[in-house]
């Protein structure tokens, strides 16, 4: 599904070079869920770019779906996003003059397949079907999240990506995003890529990926049952 | 598939009205610049347009078959031509031979006028009388509206009796009623017989003048004669049978006359023949550049307006950057942005455009009515605004649209 070879992204700071990834390479099979984590600046937000097709790496591969997709303009990147790629970012990042039904939709516009049944579907698996014509800001940061839940699942693309996913939520509504993510992945067979700092969230999850310093310090499976 | 195209467009559309109706101040404030430049543009070209057509029909009621002869020519090669009527080449026989000898004109009436000072009670004025024969009244279709013209025995015996135009019978007697009262011209007094209907303002308009037999003209103006001994007038005014014969009026008017006053091979013509067709067009063209030129200044505004626009629509792609951000993670192409940002652009101008074409119908419509001024909105001018304005849009808000299709999605999500 997603297999990373010696990558490398260096950022010019001025005059210098910041060698943000230093050679990482990573597996990832289909229907894995996995999370990285790792200290601030190691790097695992470039990763999380990479791998969602925000920007590409200075050198290394990256195959994506059977695609090789580390060298793709961005046009064809733009593409790849809309197919293959649902995002769920720590601010949420849903457009506040639109309903909530409206940002599943847009993010089934993008992907060629506007469609106002499969977003309402898609609102109802997150439990939101009577909250779909509010905006968000008259929503909890739970259900905000859980409305960008949504717009992800809605073109069911092979991979979704989480950005710290909880990290703007009290623990309580955070335990239900994780549990809906968690549950969704075993039900829909997704292949999920979670950051996090929470080690009692990577514990729920089937595999953590250490970075540190811009390469994989650790790569483990769970031994927790909590995974199964 | 085409079915997701249409709402490609669509939805941006929709998106660009909430846009405007969320900022309703701000959206306001930007197409002000449109606003004004679209109504001025409306309204000037509107006042333009119709004062052209007010001139034109005024110009079509004095009869577009009149044809007039001046002295002097209107082609000073190199020299500086003389004041009207400074020149004195025309005689009562040239009328009289142009009446004899040319076919296609029906009437023919010489005119000796002067600017003379008119006395009748204890108000006065001075105003150009002219001394002509009765055919003038059909050479410039005129009509009494009381009384009558003078006749040919008026005119034969030298009858001191005037007609007035109007503007000048009610300058002179105001509401009262001037038939039979006397009139002092210069030097004699003649009696009022009649006030012709008005023909309109137009600059030499008989609304201004008086009119008494040449024969009356004659005593209180001592009348120049040639040479040769023949009698100066000021002018000739005559009708031409039918439009289709102005180039053959023409033709053999100035043949004959440039016979008559012994004028050599090449050399320049001492009179001038215009018919009013010609003064018509000159207006007519002058009145449009006039017009052209008006809106041009206003289209002035409108570029200033764009300018507004532009820097509204870079100031919200700065504000939106984290929007644009989060489309583009959806998997918006760049083609996407840039089309959203280029509609509410075109659309906030649209508006500006519409709410001008109203501003400055309403304002023609105010200086019609207040002003009395003729004024005429033509929908070609309507549209033209529109669409210019919609199109200032599409060229002030592609820089900016393309500086937001162009932001790159990672820096622009972590954009606050």
């Known amino acids: 599904m997603i ?18 990834l230093r050679g990482v390479s990573f597996k990832i099979e289909k229907g894995e869920l996995v999370a990285i984590m790792g200290p601030s600046g190691s790097g695992k937000s470039t990763i999380l770019n990479l791998l969602g097709c925000l920007d590409i790496p200075t050198s290394g591969n990256y195959h994506l779906d059977g695609q090789e997709v580390s060298r793709l303009s961005r046009k064809e990147l733009a593409l790849v996003r809309a197919q293959k790629i649902g995002f769920v970012f720590q601010q949420f990042n849903l457009l506040p003059r639109m309903s909530a039904l409206s940002n599943v939709l847009l993010g089934l516009d993008y992907a060629g397949a506007s469609d106002r049944e499969r977003a309402m579907e898609s609102l109802t698996v997150v439990g939101l079907a009577d909250r779909a014509s509010h905006r968000p800001t008259e ?11 949504a717009r992800a699942l809605a073109k069911r693309p092979p991979l979704i990506l989480a950005d710290e996913p909880t990290g703007n939520l009290d623990s309580h509504a955070g335990d239900e995003i994780i549990s809906m993510l968690t549950s969704l992945h075993s039900e829909q067979q997704i292949t999920l890529v979670m950051i996090t700092h929470d080690p009692r969230i990577a514990q729920r999850c089937q595999r953590i990926i250490f970075i ?6 650790k790569d483990e499976k769970v031994q ?4 199964a | 598939m085409r ?5 490609k467009l669509l939805r941006p559309l929709a998106n660009a009205w909430v846009g405007v109706v969320t900022h309703k101040l701000r959206s306001l404030l930007t197409i002000l610049g449109i606003v004004i430049g679209v109504s001025a543009v409306i309204a000037l070209m509107s006042i333009g347009k119709g004062a052209e057509a007010a001139i034109l029909t005024r110009i079509q009621t004095l009869g577009s078959d009149l044809m007039l002869v001046t002295p002097g020519s209107s082609m000073g090669a190199g020299g500086v031509r003389g004041a009207f009527g400074s020149a004195t080449t025309l005689t009562m026989e040239d009328a009289a031979a142009i009446a004899e000898k040319v076919t ?3 009437y023919v009436a010489p005119v000796f006028s002067r600017n003379l000072q008119l006395i009748a009670g204890n108000q006065n004025m001075n105003a150009q009388v002219a001394g002509t024969t009765p055919e003038y009244m059909n050479t410039y279709n005129l009509n009494t509206s009381s009384g009558t013209f003078f006749s040919d025995y008026d005119y034969q015996r030298g009858a001191r009796v005037a007609v007035l135009g109007s503007t000048a019978s009610q300058t002179l007697y105001g509401d009262a009623d001037p038939l039979g009262q006397d009139l002092r011209i210069g030097t004699i007094i003649v009696r009022v017989i009649g006030v012709l209907a008005s023909k309109g303002a137009v600059s030499g308009s008989p609304d201004n003048m008086v009119f008494v037999p040449l024969t009356a003209m004659q005593q209180a103006v001592a009348q120049q004669r040639t040479a040769r001994g023949e009698q100066l007038i000021s002018t000739i005014s005559l009708n031409v049978t039918g439009a289709e014969n102005t180039e053959k009026a023409k033709e053999e008017i100035t043949s004959l006359l440039r016979t008559r006053h012994r004028l050599a091979e090449g050399a320049e013509n001492d009179f001038t023949v215009t018919s009013m067709e010609e003064i018509a067009t000159t207006v007519s063209e002058t009145m449009a550049t006039t017009t052209m030129l008006l809106g041009a200044i206003a289209a002035i505004s409108l570029i200033v307006g764009g300018i507004g626009v532009m820097n509204i629509m870079l100031v919200s792609v700065l504000e939106r950057t984290r929007e644009i951000g989060i489309r583009k993670a959806l998997g918006a192409q760049e083609s996407d942005i840039w089309i959203q940002f280029l509609i509410e652009s075109a659309f906030l101008t649209f508006v500006g455009g519409i709410i001008g074409v109203i501003l400055g119908w309403g304002v023609t419509f105010l200086v019609s009515n207040m002003g009395s001024m003729p004024t005429l909105v033509s929908a070609d001018i309507v549209v033209l605004a529109v669409s210019v304005s919609v199109g200032i849009g599409l060229f002030f808000g592609f820089y900016p649209a393309w500086q937001a299709s162009r932001l790159n999605p990672v820096e622009a999500l972590r954009h606050e």
């Open chain 1, 3 to 20: 297999q990373l070879e010696d990558i490398t992204k260096v950022y010019p700071i001025g005059n210098r070079e910041l060698h943000v």
């Open chain 1, 139 to 149: 929503l909890s940061g739970g259900e905000q999240q859980r409305v960008a839940i």
């Open chain 1, 212 to 217: 540190k310093d811009g390469t994989v310090e």
């Open chain 1, 224 to 227: 927790s049952e909590e995974a």
């Open chain 2, 3 to 7: 079915k997701y195209k249409v709402k």
């Open chain 2, 104 to 106: 296609v004109v029906s």
